[in-house]
């Protein structure tokens, strides 16, 4: 495939926002993480990613990230991109040019445009890889969402196939859904031609993932590399072949000799020119190779230092088989003689340099090479000009790029090497000292301060290598040290945003543990996984089974906790469990922890606040209750507990109605979780630590606060790649302050956020589209307000609880109503009286609501301000303005929206203005624009000019 040189690639195309999203790219974040940093939307963001792959052409994101890397102030002279990219594991199509294969290249092109699920059959060796990758190249520009490359090689087990797809489409993980649901997600409405690469090892799993991706998905069209066909319904099989050998006297000359064309190419890479006069001896040696194209190639760089006379007596076993009938078999074993030749000219120590590089799944710098490989014969300060030797013959790829160069070996040559390995006795010693060496570096990433671009690129490029070191890592010998990379992984991943497999990677860490006590402490910290990706129904498992094990360690104090957190769970967090326990089972918990924990304080001040959430009382006792367990847990140490406490502290004064106290007893709880690191075990009290903080300052009228707060939810890790969960918040909080601009965007990554999740049914969530809804209803957009209306009914249900008198709907709803000014209708749809409001919930909204409430009384019952005057004298009236200034109470914007209504009831345009200086002031643009209408006169006009700037539509 030819590139174009990065110094002639149409720099000056590239347009603002496109070079916005070059630069993100840089920092290797995910197109999640791009849309919510520039307020687009994710299916922008794959837009601008295709469109910067046509235009600086390039293969794939990664390279683009080199290129972005290469772009910044400062940033050195580099390799061309592509190399770059290598370094980072690219298309293997880019490492070396595509030679011969015409017909082969179009026929496979042909099949891609004419199934939708075609593979690519062939043994190790034969270039089906290469083969793939440049068929699917020429017919990308065929799919409107673009193709992409998976490469299986490193997946170690079935369970990680659909993770690693995921991964490559730019994917994360999703709370309380699988990386399987996830992809046939993003697949489902896209048209797509997704290559998977090197199927055979997980080839049944592989069958499980595409069969439904295909059934539901009809714009997606899967090209499969594999030693086997899938034997799915509708697979198109393409048989790879070796590269064709013209014959001897057949007259045919070398352009259409592919497999001479590709000894000839690659014996000139290495500094060999082959006389004319002499293709007929190289047809002769690739006829014996079957034309595979990696024997030819093994053959080829030997021929600067062994010359065709050696590659002939080299291989006088391969020359003599010219006969047929051995065709699929034959190339197995042209392979393995090549590579059986190459293997025996090398001396002792880089055949063990090359039979231990085998045991890394990825492409690795030197160094690492040495700390695993290098013991006798191999001496670790010779690894780099061994590896280097090694590269000049074939055998090993060296990928240099920015970080430097790394080496690794193809698929077939690594398991070439892991088989010498295991016949010299060398395996066991090799994958301990990679498992050793998997700590290390795992160890110096936890380490590190920041879990910047730097940090999560470093971590993508060891993941697989920790994966795959836990999959042989599980055998005698070697628990201990397999148990710590299993603690160490889920650590990571949590840091890295990826809750699930964190959950996954403590889930297998307590079965490799060798006390119970291990086994417990690392079932809390999967459950802290779960609780952070709101995975309620595993969180309380996990709870549970920790209490289990803690018991069968005779640690009663441990399990007495994790049954409180089990309760408290339930208590705070019903929402996030597809089905609660009944009470009896939580108080039958409650009475368990407190027969183990004994006279124990801190597991006491546990039960006890966890107690309070279940019953939810507000009785004389319950304040000193929460002080004394926010003491407890300042003596001890214990963050977690105090902040779950001040999370009681805080439904208990907004249920109160006081929402200043409420405020500020959440914000002392995100003060005592500043130091706290966004790991595992803290996950959800930092998660729903920022969103009360938000909910209560939105309660309490202070907009700006409650943007802060809900912008650094967003920052958390593990909501990196859920940004539907707290972009909810943003787009309630623009809304209310009138930036539209802005709330149109975050409702944008709201929508784009949820649909790749699948369309989760989170009612608590309906808030956002509901919202959403107002504004465009505002602005005049009826059909996307409709779209919005659908969206919040697919949250959650359609019909309200007994006790639950709809609040944000009715908020909602009737602004957009009132700013149509259709008034009556306003005051229909807030009928209920905001005085009758109960609970921490409702008391958020209830001051925005009462401002709603009276407004619309006034507004349906006065003609114009001259009848205003009348009807303020009226009871009725009177009345609401005493119920509404009681509800607004400790929310200075919604107090100034009732001086505005109680200004319009009694003529008053002087107040009407005030009150619009006010709310300029709070930065309540839509609410300032909309009083300077109400004013009349000649603020009128400079309310509807501001109103039009917004983008709002004429009542």
């Not at 301990?432 to 700590?439: D, N």
């Not at 707060?709 to 909080?733: C, D, I, K, N, T």
């Not at 209504?901 to 309540?924: E, I, K, P, S």
Request: with cysteine.
């Amino acid at each position: 495939m030819t590139r174009v040189a990065p110094e002639t690639r149409p720099q000056a195309q590239v347009s603002a926002r496109e070079a916005e999203i070059l630069a993100a790219l840089g920092e290797h974040l995910t197109n999640a993480e791009i849309a919510g940093r520039l307020f687009i939307s994710i299916r922008t963001v794959e837009s601008h990613v295709s469109s910067l792959l046509r235009k600086l052409d390039v293969g794939d994101r990664r390279e683009l990230a080199a290129l972005a890397r290469r772009a910044e102030p400062g940033a050195r002279e580099a390799a061309p991109a592509t190399e770059a990219w290598r370094a980072t594991g690219a298309w293997p199509a880019l490492l070396t040019p595509f030679v011969g294969r015409a017909r082969e290249r179009a026929d496979l092109a042909a099949a891609v445009s004419d199934a939708r699920l075609v593979t690519a059959v062939g043994p190790g060796g034969i270039g089906k890889t290469r083969l793939a990758l440049t068929a699917a190249d020429d017919v990308r520009d065929r799919f409107a969402d673009g193709a992409w490359y998976v490469d299986l090689t490193p997946v170690a087990g079935t369970a990680m196939i659909a993770p690693a797809v995921a991964a490559a489409l730019g994917l994360g993980e999703q709370p309380d859904r699988s990386a399987q649901d996830t992809v046939l997600g993003w697949v489902a409405e896209r048209q797509v031609l997704m290559v998977l690469d090197n199927c055979e090892h997980v080839i049944d799993g592989v069958g499980v993932l595409i069969e439904p991706m295909l059934e539901r998905a009809p714009g997606l069209t899967v090209l499969a590399t594999s030693r086997s066909r899938l034997m799915l319904p509708f697979e198109r099989v393409f048989t790879v072949p070796g590269l064709s050998v013209a014959g001897d006297d057949d007259g045919v000359g070398d352009v259409d000799d592919d497999a001479v064309e590709l000894f000839t190419a690659r014996a000139a890479a290495a500094g060999a020119v082959v006389a004319d006069g002499d293709h007929a001896r190289v047809r002769a040696i690739c006829r014996g190779l079957d034309g595979m194209p990696l024997a030819v190639e093994l053959a080829a760089a030997r021929l600067p230092t062994a010359g065709l006379d050696g590659l002939e007596a080299g291989l006088p076993d391969r020359l003599t088989l010219l006969r047929g009938g051995r065709r699929a078999h034959g190339r197995h074993e042209s392979l393995r003689s090549a590579l059986d030749w190459s293997y025996a000219l090398l001396d002792g120590p880089l055949k063990a340099l090359l039979r231990r590089v085998a045991v890394f799944a990825r492409p690795v710098p030197a160094d690492a090479v040495a700390a695993v490989a290098g013991w006798d014969p191999v001496r670790p300060r010779d690894v780099g000009l061994g590896l280097a030797a090694l590269a000049d013959h074939s055998l090993v790829v060296a990928r240099p790029g920015d970080g430097g160069t790394r080496y690794g070996v193809l698929e077939t040559v690594r398991q070439y090497g892991a088989e010498l390995l295991a016949g010299t006795g060398e395996l066991d010693e090799c994958r301990s000292r990679h498992l050793r060496w998997c700590l290390d570096e795992g160890a110096a990433l936890q380490a590190r301060a920041d879990a910047d671009a730097s940090w999560r690129a470093a971590f993508d490029t060891l993941a697989d290598e920790f994966r795959a070191a836990l999959v042989w890592g599980a055998t005698p010998g070697r628990a201990d040290d397999a148990h710590a990379l299993a603690v160490l992984l889920a650590a990571l991943c949590h840091r890295r945003g990826m809750p699930a497999e964190a959950q996954q990677r403590g889930e297998q860490a307590a079965e490799l543990a060798a006390t119970h006590h291990d086994a417990a402490t690392d079932l809390r910290l999967a459950a802290g996984s779960a609780r952070a990706r709101l995975a309620g129904d595993d969180a309380l498992r996990l709870h549970r089974a920790a209490a289990a094990a803690a018991r069968r360690a005779d640690e009663p104090r441990f399990a007495a906790c994790e049954l409180a957190h089990a309760a408290e769970l339930v208590g705070r967090a019903a929402g996030i469990m597809s089905d609660p326990p009944p009470a009896g089972a939580v108080t039958e918990w409650l009475a368990t922890a407190r027969h183990l924990a004994g006279d124990d304080v801190l597991a006491g001040a546990w039960i006890a606040i966890s107690e309070s959430f279940v019953h939810r009382g507000d009785g004389p006792d319950t304040d000193g209750l929460i002080d004394g367990v926010v003491d407890v847990a300042r003596d001890a140490g214990d963050p977690l507990l105090e902040s779950a406490a001040l999370d009681r502290s805080t439904t208990l004064r907004l249920a109160r109605g006081d929402l200043s106290a409420g405020l500020a007893a959440v914000l002392r709880r995100t003060g005592s979780l500043a130091s706290v690191p966004a790991e595992a075990a803290q996950g959800f009290e930092l998660s729903d630590a920022y969103a009360m903080a938000s909910d209560s300052a939105l309660a309490a009228g202070e907009l700006a606060q409650a943007r802060e707060m809900a912008e650094r939810a967003r920052a958390l890790p593990f909501h990196r790649e859920v940004g539907h969960v707290p972009a909810s918040r943003l787009v309630v909080v623009t809304a209310l302050a009138g930036d539209w601009e802005d709330a149109v965007a975050f409702g944008e990554l709201f929508r784009d956020s949820w649909e790749r999740a699948g369309r989760p049914h989170v009612p608590s969530l309906r808030r956002a589209a509901l919202a959403a809804a107002m504004v465009h209803g505002c602005r005049g957009e009826d059909d996307r307000r409709r779209e919005w209306l659908t969206v919040a009914e697919s949250l959650g249900p359609t019909t309200a609880r007994p006790d639950d008198r709809r609040v944000v709907e009715r908020l909602f709803e009737s602004s957009w109503l009132l700013h149509q000014e259709r008034a009556e209708e306003a005051v229909e749809c807030l009928r209920p009286s905001p005085d009758t409001f109960q609970g921490w919930f409702e008391a958020i909204w209830r001051p925005w609501y009462a401002a709603l409430w009276v407004e619309s009384a006034v507004l349906a019952r006065a003609g114009d301000m001259a009848r205003a005057d009348d009807m303020a004298r009226a009871d009725d009236m009177a009345e609401r303005l005493r119920v509404a200034r009681r509800a607004v109470a400790g929310n200075a914007v919604a107090a100034t929206l009732v001086d505005r209504t109680a200004a319009l009831a009694a003529g008053d345009r002087a107040g009407v203005l005030a009150a619009a200086d006010a709310l300029d002031a709070a930065g309540c643009r839509y609410q300032w624009a909309r009083s300077l209408v109400l004013a009349g006169g000649a603020e009128r006009a400079r309310g509807l000019d501001a109103l039009h700037s917004m983008g709002a539509a004429p009542a």
